[in-house]
Every structure is written in structure tokens, then in C-alpha cells.
T-cell receptor, first 114, second 113 residues
Framework: SAVISQKPSRDICQRGTSLTIQCQVD?????MFWYRQQPGQSLTLIATANQGSEATYESGFVIDKFPISRPNLTFSTLTVSNMSPEDSSIYLC???????????FGPGTRLTVT | GDSVTQMEGPVTLSEEAFLTINCTYTATGYPSLFWYVQYPGEGLQLLLKATKADDKGSNKGFEATYRKETTSFHLEKGSVQVSDSAVYFCALSDQGGSYIPTFGRGTSLIVHP
């Protein structure tokens, strides 16, 4: 299995600012994913990040708001730009392990926008 | 499209009680089915999975059987513990597609001593 860490674990930010969340995996993986989990809700996929190519965004999410970098096979960042209180959520990164259909998740970043 | 429906929570039980969390799904293909668990303050962890009809996934005393005829994958445990308190997510992934899972809304389980 993969061990995934995220930084920061939580943050409180002011509206209009941006926050970059880091995701580090202890092994090389092809596909990394970013999810949003709003309070009491299920997970919503934001985008899929493959190394060496542009991230693929799901409907309702755009690159200007959620730019993603994937510089190598063990690391990715998600930026939440120009934040508003509606962006308050837990943001999770995950990886698909060994080309199987299982996903392994990081511990999440709990973001509060005031 | 694919979808997963879970029973609404919270489910509140006393320690050693029997647990069932219902999950039904809609899929066009032959999906793999999963249960993930999210403990307070943590990310999701894969609890168990089943990849074809009549398969039973099991882990840590939890079980779920892939029922194609009823499109269900109910989670059961014979005797819950306080440490099982968490949110449980049912999910499916289309084996013929992108493998990106579709998650249910999650069911919160609270176990009292």
C-alpha cells in the first residue's frame, strides 16, 4: 500500500486569499486525485493529476480556481484560489495503487475560510 | 450514470450490537464494490471490496456480499465496538471504465459503551 501525507493538515484563511495544499506519496504512482468533502457530504472529485500532463477537471471545477501541479510521480499540489467561505471543506488527495481499482487517501486538509 | 445510495445516518448502537448499513447501487457495467471508513480527523481507508457477483469482502470483523440480483452491498458486523465509530462510505468503480470510484454520501456510526 501507499503512505500519503498532506500539508497543511488544517488552515484558517481569509476570503480572497489562496492556499496551496501539498500531497506527498512514499512511492511512485501514475494517477493522483484531488477530492473535496464538504461538511456532512460525500466526496466530490475535483480533478485527476497525471505526471507530465495537464490535470483533467470534473464538471464544475476549473483550472483558474483550482490550479494543480504534478511535477513528479510522488508529489502534487492543489491551490484553492481567491477563496470564499463556500470553499470551506476538507480537501483530500488520493492515489490509485498498482493499477488496481483501489484508492489510498491522504489524511486531508481541513480548510476554513472566514 | 453510476450511483450509490446509502442509508442515512447517524446509526447509533450500543457496544456488541449487530450492525447493518445498507448500500444499493446503479451501474451500467459490472462494477467493483467497496466500503471505505473514515475515522474522525482522518482520510478514508479501504475497509473491504468485492469484484464480482456473490463475492464476500471481509476485514476487521466487517463483511459485505456483492448481490447482483438486488444490486446491493450491505455492510455488516456481528458485534460493534466503540472504536468502530466512524463514517462509512459505500463506493463502486466501473471495471470497464476509468476506475475512478463513485461514492455514496456516507453513513455515520456512533457506538456507545
Amino acid at each position: 500500500s501507499a503512505v500519503i501525507s498532506q500539508k497543511p493538515s488544517r488552515d484558517i484563511c481569509q476570503r480572497g486569499t489562496s492556499l496551496t495544499i501539498q500531497c506527498q506519496v512514499d512511492s511512485q504512482v501514475t494517477m493522483m486525485f484531488w477530492y473535496r468533502q464538504q461538511p456532512g457530504q460525500s466526496l466530490t472529485l475535483i480533478a485527476t493529476a497525471n505526471q507530465g500532463s495537464e490535470a483533467t477537471y470534473e464538471s464544475g471545477f476549473v483550472i483558474d480556481k483550482f490550479p494543480i501541479s504534478r511535477p513528479n510521480l510522488t508529489f502534487s499540489t492543489l491551490t484553492v484560489s481567491n477563496m470564499s467561505p463556500e470553499d470551506s471543506s476538507i480537501y483530500l488527495c488520493s492515489v490509485e495503487w498498482d493499477s488496481r481499482d483501489e484508492q489510498y487517501f491522504g489524511p486531508g486538509t481541513r480548510l476554513t475560510v472566514t | 450514470g453510476d450511483s450509490v445510495t446509502q442509508m442515512e445516518g447517524p446509526v447509533t448502537l450500543s457496544e456488541e450490537a449487530f450492525l447493518t448499513i445498507n448500500c444499493t447501487y446503479t451501474a451500467t457495467g459490472y462494477p467493483s464494490l467497496f466500503w471505505y471508513v473514515q475515522y474522525p480527523g482522518e482520510g478514508l481507508q479501504l475497509l473491504l471490496k468485492a469484484t464480482k457477483a456473490d463475492d464476500k469482502g471481509s476485514n476487521k470483523g466487517f463483511e459485505a456480499t456483492y448481490r447482483k440480483e438486488t444490486t446491493s452491498f450491505h455492510l455488516e458486523k456481528g458485534s460493534v465496538q466503540v472504536s468502530d465509530s466512524a463514517v462509512y462510505f459505500c463506493a463502486l468503480s466501473d471495471q470497464g471504465g476509468s476506475y475512478i470510484p463513485t461514492f455514496g454520501r456516507g453513513t455515520s456510526l456512533i457506538v456507545h459503551p
